[in-house]
């Protein structure tokens, strides 16, 4: 019996990939998430069999919440599904050591393919897709859940006191953090970590 996640803010696709897994021959039960906290939530009580992830939800979305769930749950295995095509965001997906990246504009039965291939625990990507290098992605992936934390404060215009507050940790432990993701990252200031994050938002 598989335990799966379905995070997704549109009720008529989660009932879709519902519908999709239940065309399967994997048993199942199906939790579904509306928000990126409710995600967090559900996976911190449940740690499933897998989630299938849309990037585009209320709370941490984008490229940056599948980075931070993939850095804090590493053993949950994770599959896309979006509506943006874009082969850089579906490589950076992959880079992110996703199973698979599922377009919402799959019919039906390339749906019950796809979430059969990755229920064995195979890759699942768009076939067409040019997988060009993205370094921003690769980067990111050498963060701490911690550091994912602190560089999202500081998109977000967090102070060091403020970051240390809502992490509950010390300043000098913040100036640490941030000293490491700049080093990571090679960015020298808090406007080019900002303008980092924003890169990684998905379009509509």
């Given at each position: 019996m598989y335990d799966?996640?379905?995070?997704?803010?549109?009720?008529?696709?989660r009932r879709a990939l519902t519908e999709a897994l239940a065309e399967t021959r994997f048993?199942?039960?199906?939790?579904?998430c509306e928000t990126f906290n409710q995600t967090y939530e559900c996976l911190r009580a449940n740690r499933p069999d897998l989630l299938l992830l849309d990037l585009k939800m209320p709370g941490e979305s984008g490229l940056f919440g599948l980075m931070h769930i993939r850095a804090e749950f590493p053993e949950v295995a994770v599959a896309v599904v979006s509506?943006?095509?874009d082969s850089q965001i579906i490589h950076s997906v992959r880079q992110a050591g996703t199973l698979g990246f599922i377009p919402k504009s799959s019919r039906i039965e390339e749906l019950v393919t796809a979430l059969e291939t990755v229920l064995q625990g195979n890759l699942s990507y768009p076939s067409y897709t040019d997988y060009a290098n993205n370094a921003v992605a690769n980067k990111l992936a050498s963060l701490t859940p911690q550091q994912l934390r602190v560089l999202?404060?500081?998109?977000d215009g967090a102070l060091n006191k403020q970051i240390g507050y809502?992490?509950?940790?010390?300043?000098?432990t913040v100036k640490s953090h941030i000293s490491d993701i700049f080093r990571k990252l090679d960015i020298y200031?808090?406007?080019q970590a900002a303008l980092l994050v924003q890169q990684l938002e998905i379009p509509d």
């Amino acid at each position: 019996m598989y335990d799966i996640v379905i995070a997704d803010d549109h009720p008529l696709f989660r009932r879709a990939l519902t519908e999709a897994l239940a065309e399967t021959r994997f048993e199942h039960r199906v939790t579904e998430c509306e928000t990126f906290n409710q995600t967090y939530e559900c996976l911190r009580a449940n740690r499933p069999d897998l989630l299938l992830l849309d990037l585009k939800m209320p709370g941490e979305s984008g490229l940056f919440g599948l980075m931070h769930i993939r850095a804090e749950f590493p053993e949950v295995a994770v599959a896309v599904v979006s509506a943006s095509e874009d082969s850089q965001i579906i490589h950076s997906v992959r880079q992110a050591g996703t199973l698979g990246f599922i377009p919402k504009s799959s019919r039906i039965e390339e749906l019950v393919t796809a979430l059969e291939t990755v229920l064995q625990g195979n890759l699942s990507y768009p076939s067409y897709t040019d997988y060009a290098n993205n370094a921003v992605a690769n980067k990111l992936a050498s963060l701490t859940p911690q550091q994912l934390r602190v560089l999202q404060l500081i998109a977000d215009g967090a102070l060091n006191k403020q970051i240390g507050y809502t992490l509950n940790i010390k300043e000098t432990t913040v100036k640490s953090h941030i000293s490491d993701i700049f080093r990571k990252l090679d960015i020298y200031n808090r406007t080019q970590a900002a303008l980092l994050v924003q890169q990684l938002e998905i379009p509509d």
